[in-house]
């Protein structure tokens, strides 16, 4: 199966916010060039590929916004930014205020398995205010013994508060619960295959995470263009314990495998066991769903 990119993430910044597992450790301010934003800007534009711009937390030049504004994008933002025309609000916790939240925007809140369950109702006013709400585990490889069960636990209380809203007429949706009703395979963040990030300092790499961890491990740049070693291990046919199975909601994170299993398609115990603590709690809550909406239908 020869699947096509369809993202390009641009890292504005070495300081540009994560909006997924890794952290980013570097403090230094480092932006793009301008003439390495163009050029990404174009090689976007000739591969038709929709550009997601990563945000610091500092406001960019004026020139910069101007060449961002020539082409369809989505911006992720820190929310210590307060970027109006976000399109994407990024939270480093669970401990977030609600003044730069409306239903126009999708927010991310990266949070651990302490943070989680000590302060998801904190998250709850959000599920039926934001358009949508991505809740990230940062700390997924240290998960063991009764963190699972606490995972399962809080998950079990977003899950009513979800069907809750629900009942009331809305249609909130929470990765971790909802996605699983729409789909009917896997929905993976595909990335190396799907989307590949150009980083700060003119070359690409596989995703945000490995550009943060190492500069050397590049997969290309602006000018030789993108070349993956072994692009195939990327892919889900060749990840024998993902490919059968059914938590089509887990983002299968490649930089996680290889940090836990040195394999980026073998994921590690931890993602799995949390993976389908989520798919068991969308499968409840997707039963929740049906059964609701076939009370509707026969009122």
Excluded at 27 to 36: N, Q
Excluded at 98 to 119: A, G, H, M
Excluded at 164 to 192: S, Y
Aim: charged fraction near 25%.
């Amino acid at each position: 199966m020869n699947v096509m990119l369809q993202y390009l993430v641009i890292l504005l910044d070495d300081t540009s916010v994560s909006y997924c597992h890794y952290e980013n450790p570097k403090t230094e301010k480092r932006l793009i060039s301008l003439t390495d934003l163009k050029a990404g800007i174009l090689f976007a534009m000739k591969q038709n590929l929709m550009i997601q711009f990563v945000y610091p937390d500092y406001e960019i030049p004026d020139e910069y916004q101007k060449a961002i504004e020539t082409i369809d994008h989505h911006k992720i933002v820190p929310s210590k930014l307060k970027l109006e025309n976000a399109d994407v609000i990024v939270f480093n916790s669970c401990d977030l205020s609600d003044d730069y939240i409306d239903k126009d925007k999708i927010i991310v809140i990266r949070t651990s398995k302490v943070d989680l369950p000590e302060n998801y109702g904190k998250i709850v006013p959000l599920i039926s205010k934001a358009i949508r709400l991505n809740i990230v585990l940062t700390d997924i490889e240290t998960f063991a013994g009764n963190d699972f069960l606490l995972y399962s636990e809080t998950l079990d209380h977003l899950k009513n508060t979800v069907k809750e809203a629900f009942v009331q007429g809305l249609l909130p949706q929470i990765n971790l619960l909802t996605d699983r009703i729409l789909l009917d395979k896997m929905n993976n963040c595909n990335a190396g295959i799907e989307n590949i990030t150009l980083a700060p300092n003119g070359k690409f790499y596989v995703c945000p995470a490995f550009y943060l961890e190492n500069e050397n491990d590049s997969v290309g740049d602006l000018v030789t263009g993108i070349n993956i070693k072994n692009k195939y291990l990327y892919q889900l046919q060749n990840a024998p314990l993902c490919r059968k199975c059914d938590a089509y909601q887990c983002k299968r994170c490649v930089w996680l495998n290889r940090k836990t299993t040195r394999e980026v398609n073998t994921p590690s115990h931890e993602q799995c066991v949390v993976a389908h603590i989520e798919r068991n709690a969308g499968r409840e809550y997707c039963m929740i769903y049906r059964l609701l909406e076939h009370g509707k239908k026969n009122q």
